[in-house]
């Protein structure tokens, strides 16, 4: 397993040094543009792939291993379940982020232009970030199940 993680290490350590390697040099970057986007997705490529595995194995290994003596008496179900509930908050608000950043930036340009409508701006990002909100009531939802 170790050499899973070496290869997500590698991957990371990869996709940083690129990025380096264009910021310190911009100069070079024009050239550096027919290997930066091969490099980045065969580093990002490479990462997804070892956690891929990680998870696989990392899986078998816990199925595979026998309960310790004095556990909590969380089974591995519990665990996934508890995991479940926390992915519609996970994903509502990465939607969120992504909504209220784009709003956020065409709010700014128009109140630029006519201040006067602020308040309509204000409705837009509301509504934008009630995307999260519904993503952790779902999750309360859910937990109340278990």
């Known amino acids: 397993m170790y050499w899973l993680i070496i290869m997500m290490t590698l991957g990371i350590i990869g996709v940083i040094a ?8 911009p100069h070079r970057g024009r050239r550096a543009v027919r290997w930066f986007k091969p490099a980045v997705r065969t580093n990002l490529a490479l ?3 070892a956690q891929a595995a990680l998870i696989f194995v990392g899986a078998q290994d ?3 291993a026998t309960e ?3 556990a909590t008496g969380i089974s591995i179900g ?3 379940a508890i995991i479940g509930v926390g992915i519609p908050t996970a ?3 990465i939607a969120a982020g992504i909504a209220v950043g784009t709003i956020g930036a065409a709010s700014l340009a128009v109140l630029v232009e006519k201040p006067e409508i602020f308040g309509r701006t204000l409705v837009y990002l509301g509504l934008a970030e009630g995307i999260a909100i519904y993503g952790l009531v779902i999750s309360i939802l859910l937990l109340d199940k278990l």
């Open 78 to 80: 519990l665990g996934l």
């Open 18 to 25: 690129t990025g380096f390697y264009l910021s310190c040099c």
């Open 91 to 93: 994903f509502s608000t």
């Open 62 to 64: 816990v199925m595979a």
């Open 68 to 70: 310790a003596a004095g």
């Open 47 to 49: 990462f997804a792939a």
